[in-house]
């Protein structure tokens, strides 16, 4: 190819990246001054039709490295359609949470002035690890203390907040800690605790491949961080729960 020949194609590459929806909404990321790591919702610098057209371009990553990996796709017929499914599940499953806005709900004014711890639970979750982008599968328990200014939501809207923040690549221990500050704006509790056990397929599927390891973590605000005696009940009914 003549130098003339290759210029062109570098600068058909640059004007090919420049004007890709994944540079145009990094460039309004960075222009607001948004962080935008692998567990922060970006939906609002979204605009529309760029959801659809993000996932053509990660389509096309993905052939990439598939074509990287010296994977035959054009006759390999497994692995022809690769591509297209690695980027809807990524944009439209995996990473959801990332990319559409908090899911609305219904909140109601605590009437009856309940005080009595609450627990929810065990609530499935799955997530991805950032480190390798390997799946975690877990579930999670939400205890809540709440007081007479307290708001009181449903109970399918827990899983369903925690299934929004869980849709993202992340270390379990800042997905519990970002679920925690969201239920504690949300419900305004006196305290409120979560626990997650989970297991991790970046230990379970590679390096030591030990398929027996579990993580578990906790966070504790309020009156669970405070009082002992309220801490070591929700524990035990937690305990006693999943041991059914």
């Known amino acids: 190819m003549t130098p003339v020949a290759l210029a062109s194609v570098s600068k058909a590459t640059d004007e090919e990246l420049s004007a890709s929806v994944s540079r145009r909404i990094r460039e309004r990321l960075l222009q607001a001054g948004a962080r935008?790591?692998?567990?922060?919702?970006?939906?609002?610098?979204l605009q529309p039709g760029e959801l659809e057209a993000l996932r053509e371009e990660v389509e096309q990553r993905v052939?990439?490295?598939?074509?990287?990996?010296?994977i035959d796709t054009a006759s390999d017929h497994n692995t022809q359609q690769t591509a297209q499914r690695v980027a809807r599940m990524f944009v439209d499953e995996v990473f959801r949470g990332r990319?559409?806005?908090?899911?609305?709900i219904t909140q109601f004014p605590n009437i009856e002035h309940l005080?009595?711890?609450?627990?929810?639970?065990?609530?499935i979750i799955r997530s991805t690890c950032s480190h390798h982008l390997c799946p975690i599968f877990g579930r999670l328990w939400i205890g809540v203390?709440?007081?007479?200014?307290?708001s009181l939501i449903g109970l399918s809207?827990?899983?369903r907040l925690?299934?929004?923040?869980?849709?993202?690549?992340?270390?379990?221990e800042e997905a519990v800690a970002r679920l925690a500050d969201l239920l504690q704006e949300r419900v305004q509790p006196d305290g409120l605790a979560i626990v997650m056990e989970a297991d991790h397929f970046c230990l379970h599927w590679r390096g030591i491949k030990d398929t027996e390891s579990k993580m578990t973590n906790s966070v504790m605000r309020g009156s669970f961080l405070k009082d002992i005696n309220l801490r070591r009940?929700?524990?035990s009914l937690i305990g006693a729960n999943s041991s059914r």
């Open 115 to 123: 005080n009595e711890l609450m627990i929810v639970g065990p609530v």
């Open 157 to 159: 809207k827990y899983a």
């Open 36 to 45: 935008f790591h692998a567990n922060d919702n970006i939906s609002r610098y």
């Open 99 to 104: 990319y559409v806005p908090e899911p609305g």
């Open 145 to 150: 203390m709440p007081n007479e200014h307290s």
């Open 233 to 235: 009940e929700f524990l």
């Open 63 to 70: 052939q990439d490295m598939l074509e990287t990996l010296v």
């Open 162 to 172: 925690a299934d929004w923040i869980m849709s993202r690549p992340q270390i379990q």
